[in-house]
């Protein structure tokens, strides 16, 4: 009986911790898939609003090109048709987001942010570092100020 009930509890606990390691292993490769389409997309042209977020920014490039997917994601499934035409035409490389909805995950919310941004290692706190570097990055590219006032608004900035 005894070694029937230690039998139990060491299988049961050998069962929780398989299913810790799997569950750290799929978020990891989700996380390393996120960080390749990032590079890829954002390297596949020449992104200057990354660079500028790299020099501006504590962050790496894949989180720069991350974060920014992530807040251009959202902005995509908000901004109306004339917006979000006028924001692709502004962002190199931004059709291909459309792409990375999959990965990213429907960004339809500013907590989905929040969590992407935490998967990338970043602090969600960053998005409000993000956002004026990405407007200032819009403005010096023409972009209107209906626009520009759009996306101060859905990313909670002030700029």
Known sequence: MRKTLLTLTLLSMSIGTAHAFLDA???????????DMVSQGMNAESSPLTDLLTSQLPVST????????ALLALAQSQLSDQNSSELKSLIPGMSSLDGAQSLLGNIESFSAVQSTFDKLGLDPS????????ILGYLGDQGA??????????????DN
């Open 25 to 35: 292993v799929t978020d990891k490769e989700s996380q390393e898939g996120l960080m």
């Open 144 to 157: 209107s100020e209906g626009l520009l006032n759009s996306l101060s608004g859905l990313w909670g900035s």
């Open 62 to 69: 894949e989180q720069a090109a991350g974060g920014t997917g």
């Open 126 to 133: 960053m998005i409000s570092q993000f956002a004026p570097v």
